[in-house]
């Protein structure tokens, strides 16, 4: 599995532009990725605010996340456009039958592959030492494309998870 994400992402969003990411409670398959990445394509085609056109991107990455990205430079996203963004992603949900909307569900990169666990089974797996050293997980906590491309992928004992998952180890 390819982790140079950053490479799919388009160059002239500037760095501040605003970043969402919907995690699947399942992977993809071929047909349904490219099928979400038409329909992000042509709502992104369409997005707007007050009636101006959103500068944004939309694409699925590693089977299991759609990304949105609007540039704010000229116009803010407003509580409408959001709205309309929420509004497709249910829509792919109902199309395909997944849960996209679950905050609660962490996913890790382990050799190559994607697993979605929830934190107290990854707390567990911590507190057993049964993950990986080298392990990954997706911080989708992160707010915009400068964040995206620097941290969201972090070793386990980073970020927010590790301030979660450190104090546990230290305890044992």
Avoid at 12 to 26: C, L
Avoid at 47 to 61: K, S
Avoid at 142 to 166: A, M, S, T, Y
Wanted: with cysteine; aromatic share 12%; glycine share 6%.
């Amino acid at each position: 599995m390819e982790i140079h994400y950053q490479e799919n992402i388009p160059d002239h969003f500037p760095d501040n532009s605003r970043v969402w990411i919907y995690q699947s409670n399942r992977p993809l398959s071929i047909s349904e990725e490219k099928e979400i990445n038409n329909l992000l394509t042509g709502f992104v085609a369409g997005w707007n605010t007050h009636g101006n056109e959103v500068n944004g991107f939309g694409r699925v990455f590693f089977k299991h996340f759609i990304v949105l990205i609007a540039d704010e430079t000229k116009f803010g996203i407003s509580g409408c456009s959001t709205d309309s963004s929420v509004r497709m992603i249910r829509q792919i949900e109902n199309k395909f039958d997944l849960d996209l909307l679950d905050r609660l569900k962490i996913a890790l990169l382990i050799e190559n592959e994607v697993i979605v666990k929830t934190y107290p089974s990854v707390k567990k797996d911590w507190e057993e030492k049964n993950l990986p050293d080298h392990v990954l997980y997706f911080n989708n906590l992160i707010l915009d494309k400068k964040e995206f491309c620097r941290n969201w992928l972090l070793p386990l004992q980073q970020g927010w998870l590790g301030k979660k998952l450190l104090p546990l180890q230290q305890s044992l």
